[in-house]
């Protein structure tokens, strides 16, 4: 049974570039959630999506935008990327919210803006 | 923003020894959730303890809630190296209509053999 996939798992990207980043979450997960971890912080909530739309959303610009497929994977876009935007980027699916089981959560792509 | 803050944010023990991290958030919450990270990678889930609980027991690890300190603790027993990582509470702010966990800033524990 494959846990959370994500990919790539490191991208180097040029400020002002745009970059998509790929999830596909836990057989039988039905919600995706994206965040954001910065070197020696705890992760921050970016969005979470269920049913195909985005249920909820965190602190975060109208740069950072998500989709997610009927299939329940799921996408997070990045535009006009800036330096600050380097970081950890975390997809966990859950079972409905998962707040009240726990998420499971990908190893991660590792995004440095340049 | 950030609601939880762990306390210590760097811990150094021998090989097993007990290590015992605290949590402290702002918000009431439905329940409170502590992950392990090893060295930058995804986070693993370890245990779930509800508002209403105030111990709960897996394995090697014993987590305590106490909702009027607004605190909660992780204890590992008997450390091993492989225990060497970053340890992050979290919790659903109840307020905020859940869907997402907050989580804090981690407590790095070495284990030294």
């Known amino acids: 049974d494959a846990g959370v996939t994500q990919s790539p798992t490191h991208l180097i990207k040029t400020r002002g570039q745009q970059v998509t980043l790929r999830c596909s979450p836990k057989s039988g997960h039905d919600t995706v959630s994206w965040y954001q971890q910065a070197l020696g912080q705890g992760p921050q909530f970016i969005f979470q999506?269920?049913?195909?739309?985005?249920?909820q959303r965190g602190n975060f610009p109208d740069r950072f935008s998500g989709h997610q497929f009927p299939n329940y994977s799921s996408e997070l876009n990045v535009n006009a990327l800036l330096l600050g935007d380097s970081a950890l980027y975390l997809c966990?699916?859950?079972?409905?919210?998962?707040?009240?089981?726990?998420?499971?959560f990908g190893s991660g792509t590792r995004l440095t803006v340049v | 923003s950030q609601q939880g803050e762990e306390d210590p944010q760097a811990l150094s023990i021998q090989e097993g020894e007990n290590a015992t991290m605290n949590c402290s958030y702002k918000?009431?919450?439905?329940?409170l959730q502590w992950y392990r990270q090893n060295s930058g990678r995804g986070l693993v889930h370890l245990i779930l303890i509800r508002s209403n609980e105030r111990e709960k027991h897996s394995g090697r690890l014993r987590v305590t809630l106490d909702t009027s300190k607004k605190s909660s603790s992780l204890l590992i027993t008997a450390s091993r190296a492989a225990d060497t990582a970053s340890y992050f509470c979290a919790t659903d702010p109840h307020f905020q209509g859940a869907q997402k966990l907050v989580f804090g800033q981690g407590t790095r524990l070495t284990i030294n053999p």
């Open positions: 999506y269920y049913e195909e739309e985005e249920r």
């Open positions: 918000t009431s919450i439905n329940n």
């Open positions: 966990a699916s859950s079972w409905t919210t998962g707040l009240h089981y726990g998420y499971t």
